[in-house]
């Protein structure tokens, strides 16, 4: 039956988990729903604001567009699972100390496409984070803010600040 449920095992913030979920589960409701970490948003649901941005070995992906069963054996990383403890992100900690958040609705999604960023290429130019926001819809700030932010972020952890 093609709406017999399967199995999923992967990593979401460094836990091991072992599901059933539907063939055709998004990833985003399997997180949201399933594993309550609504740290990820719902947005248009149809791939065009990156609210639900979460990166999957490493990349940023749009959980709203892909099958949960596609995570399967692959490690997950949501917005809750940046932070080391009580230790912020430098790109988290960047976005706060530099004011690049205002109602706050993009910016796990933010986080995550710039962390993917980050550990794809760890000094990026100012185009390249333009390049790796611009799909996360904010309609509060532009974008000046979190790329500046992004920048300071990138430096601390070259140890340059
Ligand atoms: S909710 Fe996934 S891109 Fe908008």
Redesign the pocket.
């Known amino acids: 039956m093609n709406d017999e449920l399967k199995e999923l095992r992967f990593s979401v913030n460094g836990k091991p988990y072992e599901l059933k979920v539907k063939p055709k589960a998004l990833l ?1 409701d399997v997180l949201r729903k399933e594993l309550k970490l609504t740290g990820t ?13 979460v990166n999957l070995d490493g990349m940023a992906v ?4 892909i099958l949960a069963l596609q995570a399967n054996g692959r490690e997950v990383v949501t917005i809750e699972g940046v932070a080391d403890g009580d230790k912020l992100h430098p790109i988290q900690e960047a976005m706060v100390a530099h004011g690049a958040i205002e109602c706050g609705f993009c910016t796990s ?1 933010m986080v995550m496409s710039a962390r993917a960023l980050l550990l794809e290429n760890p000094k990026p130019t100012r185009e390249d984070i333009r390049r790796a926001v611009q ?1 996360n ?1 904010c309609a509060d700030s532009g974008y000046v803010k979190y790329i500046e932010a992004v920048e300071i972020a990138a430096k601390k952890m070259q140890g340059g600040e």
């Open positions: 985003l948003r719902t947005g248009c649901e149809v791939s065009a604001c990156g609210a639900c941005t749009r959980a709203c567009s999604g799909g819809m």
